[in-house]
């Protein structure tokens, strides 16, 4: 992710990684906004939840490794890239959203103009000034 | 025996002469089949100190697994002695030989004289030089004895040590980890199996065998054994010790040469013989792992057989054929652990080459060595499939050179008999058993075998190690025209493997959870179609006492309710027989009003369904209905559709009613293969259908129709009839049997319309209401068992399967992160 890109986002705090079962999606709402949150051991995704086909909640989606397989018609997304990858969602992009894992908590990066957190006082937001912030990488696998 | 043996003649007028084989096992029971092969006059004595009859030796590890038991792995019954009027006497060890009076004496005090004698005493054990290292508890691991008394001792939860990370070491690890055990393997080597392995193959074997759940310590020399009376913990160089309650000492093996020295042959490390298989001594032979040949020992089933083919010919008179040493060849028998060592691998003397190829993800390793364009030795680790033509290619010295870019694929053969095809007829197929293609093809064609089971019993082929089992298929499929493999479909790509042979697996190597059967045996990974199934699989095998994966569940097992098109759920309450109450009727419309639910409805299978409810509301909507789940959303136990039956129609000739109620009862809560309906009705009037359901009770005068396999679905299908009975109980017990049959029997997704044309229902009958009562019996204890550990899944609603079952995650506030 470029510089600018970088100054546009906000980590958002969204659960912590124990409450987050392994192999399986959650879904978490922010502003008007759902994301698709998957817990897979070493590492954690986000990518947006609903399946462009007919609006599938992919968080309730099973999983094939990397891959999460929509609950109503079995389209397939890269949690990594988004991308889809059967022949039923290929020409499709989903966005992805990155992930960090700091003391337990597990944050989101969203861009600023989307982070609308109204209805959630005092949301914890990291504006990338280090307030919860620390460089080392914590491994979520339990 | 692929040619009947031939009856021995009673004695003319020549004596006969007398034959004395000591040693009952393998060696000296296959040389004696040779031997009889002559048609000599003899008269044959065999000992054995073993009280057992000739059995396989290799398969000692699979009776440790529990893959077969000790009756499976005989290899001569005692009517194949009486047959071939041999004097079996076991149980008495040999003590002496005098060579000059030409005696044996026995530990019975019995002496025996011979004409001729026959050494096939095998190897002993090494123990190595260990303190203590004859303390209760610790094991070798040799004979069918030691196997038992492992058995006796390996228990869940306790731990186990192998001393020794070969062949029989790494086999005994399983086998105790199989039984429950947690073990621990200590080599003293810095590499697994470093006879038949380099190093890189030795890492991929640590690798599959850590992922098993087996320890591996390597490098480590294990010193002392220590405990107070019995073995308590294991002691290693440095003075490092680890806890253990059983050890097993796999530390290699010796010729068990010790009749040898009493009968002054000459001796090296084994005793010697020339290419004739002749010691020293002209009226003594000996054969199998007690000899040695042009100065290797060896401690394979391939070199006995051929020794005992060349001794044979020597003993009976017809000396001719002379032994000239085996290639090495040897197979790791541990189910999923595929190993093959053939030849000499070492790349680096005198001028060999090596192709060699590596996927980690994969756990595939495979190295080839060349010398002179032929092929010198090979190594397969994680995919042996390719076994036999490098076996073939070691045997026949074939020149490579115009095959360098197929060495390690070979190009797929449009044709898929061409590969069998390609076999010349004298190429061994079976390696345990000496078995070529030529022998296998006669066996068909002359003895009119058409069965794996029949190629078996006549040939002896696959009946070693196993390994060689597709090849036998592919023979019996390309030569006999009626043959019909046994379904091949694999579930999906991540584990490729036939669903029947999946399910041996997951029982044989007691497997209990998705994710250890997919690191095992499959990618690591799954998909959405295997791991339903798998699911499934597990809780049908373990009757529920397994581990359960939610994971590994589609979103409609997750939470108890039917996902629809807008992401909200339907919901379902058993209604059993579809027969409701005022008081749930009431309790169902205060749930409709307190959750706006947008529409109410019946349906098709006489229940009522609440639909778009929210995900989050599911529990509590359980708990407002307190009723039980009705199952809608799974591959279980739906419903039993039922008519009034006697109780209010004026046709109904049986209690139709109360008869589905029992049904539902009985089977409700259990998962089958695919979605299950059933139907009852209380006369053949079939106002609930039951003839189009999968299981249908047809009330009739006096009597019962069990009807299975019908459908009204995407397919529509009149159900067979299974059979009819007279009251109501044995109706309720042929369709459980014929339910816990469906369930163990089916490919996951099969329906029982599919299931029941694809096996036929005359062999379904057979299987079930027509078996015998033990066979019922068996049928009918596992289901009481999954029954007992089944429960209605609503109740999660308190006892969650894992606390975070149905927790919401949202953004989270500055104070809850700052704690």
Redesign the interface.
Known sequence: MNHAAEENRVWIAIARAQDLPLREGRVVAIGDREIAVFNLGERIFAIANHCPHKNGPLADGMLSGGVVVCPLHARKFDLETGKGTNALSAEQCLETFPSRLNGGIVFLAISKQSATTDGIPNPCLDHGDGEFWNTQSENVNR | MSSPLPKRESPGNAPATKLVVVGNGMAGVACVEQILRHAPKFEITIFGDETHLNYNRILLSSVLAGEKSPDDIVLNGRDWYEQNKIDLKLGVRIIDVNPIAKTVTGDDGSTTSFDKLLLATGSIPIIPSIEDVMKDGVFVFRNLDDTRSLLQRARPGIKAVVIGGGLLGLEAARGLQVQGCEVTVVHLMDTLMERQLDPAGGNYLATKMNSLGITVLLDLSTTAVLGNGKVERVQFKGGGSIPADLVVVAAGIRPNVELGHKARLEIKRGIVVNDYMETSHPDIFAVGECVQHNNICYGLVAPLLEQGKVLAATITGNKGPTYQGTIPASKLKIMGVDVFSAGDFNEKADGKEMVRYEDPSQGIYKKLTLKNGKLAGAILVGDTSDSHRYMEWLRSETDLTSMRRQLLFPEPSADMGLDVAQMPDGETVCGCMGVTKGTIIRAIHDKGVSTLAQLKECTRASSGCGSCTSLCQQLLKAVVPEFEEESKKVICK?IPFAEGNLREILRSQQLKSVQQVLEIYG?G????IC??ALSYMLDMLWCGDHEED??????ND?VHAN?Q???TFSVIPRMRGGVTSSAELRRIADVADKYHVPMVKVTGSQRIDLLGIK?ADLPQVWADLGMPSGQAYTKGVRMVKTCVGTEFCRFGVQDSTNAGIELERRFENLFTPHKLKMGVVGCPRNCAEATVKDIGLVGQEGSWQVVVGGAAGKKVRKADLLVTVESTEHALEAAAVFFQYYRENANYLERTYDFVERVGIEKVRKDTVYATAAAKQDLLTRLRKSKEHSYDAWLERETLN?P??F????????????I
């Open positions: 991540c990618n990974l799954g998909c959405e791991k339903p939610r994971s590994a569940r589609f979103i997750r996902i098109k807008d992401g995900k894992h975070t079952q927790l919401q995650i949202r953004p989270m506030k500055k104070e809850e992160v700052l």
